[in-house]
DNA sequence: CGCCAATACTTGAGTGCTCAAGCTTCTGCT
DNA sequence: AGCAGAAGCTTGAGCACTCAAGTATTGGCG
């Protein structure tokens, strides 16, 4: 009955696989992580090329510290900039620049070319694709849908590390 | 015609917010991450409760280093000990004591609850589930294959075709 | 035996995420 | 208008992983 658990496990494994090969390429080809294509896929999906961070995160999946970290390499490399809302000074805008736009052309071709060698095969052609990505759709849903608020871990048994 | 990409990356998503429900569960019941789940349960599942750390590392996808700091608070609650091989000194078993025996046991019930709670619905129920398994076994077979060692410096932006 | 490469593991430095706590700015209530 | 609280973001501390380099130990080979 634990064939549910089985399958999380499974789905760790699989992803961990997964990003480590796209890191491998794109790191190696155009400097960035698997992570960051998908921050500069999602602002270049966005009206404008830009988002307000909040927005970012919620899109990644990532919490509001997690996007303000992330974008800060990608800053320094001239991919992205930070813009002022001219209406609400608590906003920082996170917009592509036209470099970052070209670059980001570039990396969706390599990483294209990544997924699609991993996903070759009878397996994946005859439909396997189409119906993954509706199961992790009802995935996200489901899993995403109660696991908001978590705590921290020790306050009981463990006490992780020092 | 992304489609693969757009799949990983769901991938990624859908796997992220999974591991956050698992370990918002387990770390309020029983103080481990999801993580030690998966370690525990690769040890519950050896011969004699024990693996040496390159095995358990192997299994789990880690590395050697990842594994060790890994095991750390496992050793430091109890729940795993470490063993001597008497034939050869440079290895270091990793072994389930009894209490780790039974706490993993509860463990992956909690765990059991929470994955049959994630994957409950028509879309699972109906096949879902053994159609994912299937899926991801396929990929991790697919991704794990090349992505072992690529700390090469490939310069040309890609010509690779079938 | 003496040496050397391979193996098992640990440790140091660095990355990428998290939560909690902080600052600034906006909004709604009275 | 004035203040409380919410919203957006950043920062500090910490965890979990990585690779690279370091320490033992083993085993093959002269």
Redesign the interface.
């Known amino acids: 009955?634990?064939?549910?658990?089985?399958?999380?496990?499974?789905?760790?494994?699989?992803?961990?696989?997964?990003?480590?090969?796209?890191d491998?390429?794109l790191s190696?080809?155009h400097g960035v992580s698997?992570a960051d294509l998908?921050v500069l896929?999602c602002l270049g999906q966005a009206e404008g090329g830009r988002m307000r961070r909040v927005d970012l995160a919620q899109a990644?999946?990532l919490s509001a510290s997690g996007v303000t970290r992330g974008l800060i390499p990608l800053e320094r490399i001239g991919l992205v900039v930070r813009e002022p809302d001219p209406r609400d000074a608590r906003v920082a805008y996170a917009a592509l620049t036209p470099t970052g736009r070209e670059r980001l052309d570039?990396m969706?071709?390599?990483?294209?070319?990544v997924?699609?060698?991993?996903?070759?095969?009878e397996?994946?052609e005859g439909g396997?694709?189409?119906?993954?990505?509706?199961?992790?759709?009802?995935?996200?849903g489901?899993?995403?849908a109660?696991?908001a608020?978590?705590?921290?871990?020790?306050?009981?048994?463990?006490?992780?590390?020092g």
Chains 1, 2 share one sequence.
């Open positions: 009955m634990n064939e549910a658990l089985e399958t999380s496990l499974r789905l760790v494994r699989a992803q961990a696989a997964l990003v480590k090969r796209f491998a390429r190696g080809l698997f998908a896929r990644l999946g570039e969706e071709r390599t990483a294209a070319e997924a699609e060698s991993v996903f070759t095969g397996v994946w396997g694709l189409a119906t993954l990505v509706d199961l992790l759709d009802a995935l996200e489901s899993a995403g109660g696991a608020r978590s705590r921290k871990r020790t306050e009981s048994t463990a006490d992780r590390h």
